[in-house]
């Protein structure tokens, strides 16, 4: 099980009492963590440039 896999088990099983308890330094931090990866898993995959305007240049020879 890989550590994204046992994050997303332990988020699950979070209560909100759970977080209620943490001191709000503590509170604060876990947010910001959790947007921060929320930002990240929310970016669309970046996909690798193609098409005939990249292939000119990078210098390949176009096919007519």
């Known amino acids: ?22 001191p709000p330094f503590e509170r604060r931090r876990f947010s910001d963590l959790c947007k921060h990866w929320a930002s990240i898993a929310d970016e669309p995959k ?13 210098g390949l020879p176009r096919h007519e």
Do not use: H, I, N
């Open 46 to 58: 970046a996909m690798a440039p193609a098409g005939v305007l990249y292939d000119l240049k990078r």
């Open 1 to 22: 099980m890989s550590v994204v896999e046992k994050t997303f088990a332990l988020l699950t099983a979070l209560k909100p009492s759970d977080v209620q308890a943490l």
